[in-house]
């Protein structure tokens, strides 16, 4: 879409907003609210009808609703007075446990306001002025420009600090004639809704993708891929039947070479300590090296050689099987590169040095990062701090394995499927990317007037969304 530009612009004074069109007025934010109040939060609640309060868990990182379960505090009725949303109101979130999701916000719209809700003391309440389109604002806020503002003014050097009334209140924004409010906002509302489709197109080939991704491993670790060799039960019923020429399960310390520290987990307390590591040497592998993609190395630390040498018995070297006993769900799997070098694993990670007599480590890896493979390993997870797996109870382990050609054929087919579907994936995510670019690039073009909507709206009506009311 080709849209014209104003006819006359003049110089904002501002380096975000650029230049502006001629009769638009550059000020603060300050100017166009109204009500700029903090919220309440009050006490636990006794009773069915008592209040729910917002919090920023109800809100998304784009500015939507997401109420799910509300929370409910007893107020006193000052505060529900003082704090009882109104169509047109903005919430906007002024502290949080991720910078994502500071500074973003909600438009209270007529189903919000029917709730009786309240808000909480974690976000912040503006009510523009009657000449100021509250949609308008929403876009403004939520988009990278505003995001750039916040982030200045709170003096952040890692990502947005807590916001407050006054942050808010100081971010420099160009105000259009009220006609051109309801014509921008309403060009917006129907262009990033055609945008917003195309995203959630996207996003649904992404999720199946990630569906066909998991069946197909899913089905050739618990199937194989001839469709005509005979089958039995396996004695599972999640599990069904499986290859008959499979023969029985195999504990998973039966693959590993016949080396006594063939399937080990990294060193515990004083055997390696905070203070023995080091910035260059034998690195030292951690959970968060293991990706579903295969290891990534993004870990710093390393030990000496002399240490290394003493935790041998837990190295780790190229085409090792190394596993992660903590996570969400524990049991992550990865092949240990030919491009890393020799290393050790922590405490939190297990490492596999298979027979490869017995069994290929591709096919393994595969298995284990199946639903197959993680159903096996939540039997034996314990909930703590985090959910981990023993090193004992890992070892036991037992699973169909294919005959050794035929793990090797399975492992090839799923290198070369998954590649295929990754690859469509990535198109996707790079798809649901520009996307998201031209959504942002499209706010910020029409709400600091360097493209002119009017003439793209057409006659405009009031309405719900259009008239006198507070509803953008």
């Keep these: 879409m080709r849209l014209p530009r104003y006819p006359e612009y003049k110089e904002s004074g501002v380096p975000w907003l650029g230049c502006v069109p001629n009769h638009w007025e550059v000020l603060r934010f300050k100017w166009l609210i109204e009500r700029n109040d903090g919220g309440v939060w009050g006490n636990d609640p006794d009773g069915a009808d008592d209040t729910i309060v917002f919090r920023s868990t109800e809100q998304t990182v784009d500015g939507r609703w997401l109420i ?44 919000v306001a029917s709730l009786g809700a309240c808000y909480s003391n974690f976000m912040q309440r503006l009510r523009v002025i009657g000449e100021f389109r509250p949609k308008l604002a929403w876009y403004i806020l939520n988009n990278g420009l505003a995001r750039v503002q916040l982030d200045l003014l709170s003096n952040s050097t890692t990502g947005l600090a807590n916001l407050n009334g006054t942050i808010i209140g100081e971010l420099l924004l160009a105000q259009p004639p009220h006609e051109e409010q309801i014509a ?33 491993i899913f089905h050739a670790v618990t199937k194989g891929l001839n469709p005509d ?36 987990n990294g060193p515990f307390g004083s055997d390696l300590l905070t203070s023995e590591l080091v910035s260059e040497g034998v690195p030292v592998v951690y959970i968060r090296d293991i990706k579903e993609s295969g290891y990534i190395r993004v870990s710093e630390w390393c030990v000496t050689k002399e240490k290394a040498t003493q935790l041998e018995f837990c190295n780790v070297i190229q085409g090792d099987l190394v596993v992660a006993k903590v996570g969400d769900p524990p049991g992550l799997a990865a092949i240990y590169p030919e491009s890393e070098p020799e290393g050790i694993v922590t405490q939190d990670v297990i490492r596999l040095r298979l027979d490869s007599a017995k069994s290929h480590t591709g096919y ?36 169909f394995i294919p005959p050794l050609e035929e793990q090797r054929a399975i492992s090839s087919f799923l290198d070369n499927e998954m590649g295929r579907l990754n690859t469509l994936a990535a198109e996707a995510s790079r798809a649901v990317d520009l996307l998201k670019e031209r959504r942002s690039a499209l706010i910020a073009a029409a709400v600091t007037g360097k493209i002119d909507v009017r003439s793209s709206v057409g006659e405009l009506k009031d309405g719900p969304l259009l008239g006198a009311d507070r509803a953008i």
């Design 184 to 216: 921008i906002a309403t060009f917006l509302d129907r262009e990033t809704g055609k945008i917003d489709a195309l995203i959630t197109e996207q996003e649904k080939l992404l999720a199946l993708l990630a569906e066909k991704r998991q069946a197909t």
């Design 364 to 399: 393994i890896r595969w298995l284990l990062n199946s639903k197959y493979g993680q159903t096996a390993i939540d039997q034996i997870s314990v909930e703590s701090t985090r959910t981990r797996v023993g090193l004992g109870e890992y070892k036991q382990l037992r699973f």
């Design 68 to 111: 799910n379960e509300p929370a409910k505090r007893k107020l006193t009725e000052q505060d529900r007075r003082f704090a009882l949303l109104e169509v047109g109101d903005l919430l906007v979130t002024k502290s949080s446990g991720s910078s994502l999701h500071i500074g973003k916000t909600t438009l209270v719209d007529e189903y």
């Design 229 to 264: 060799v005979p089958m039995k039960d396996s004695g599972v019923a999640w599990l069904g039947e499986v290859p008959e020429h499979w023969g029985h399960s195999k504990k998973l310390l039966d693959l590993v070479t016949s080396h006594r520290h063939a399937f080990v």
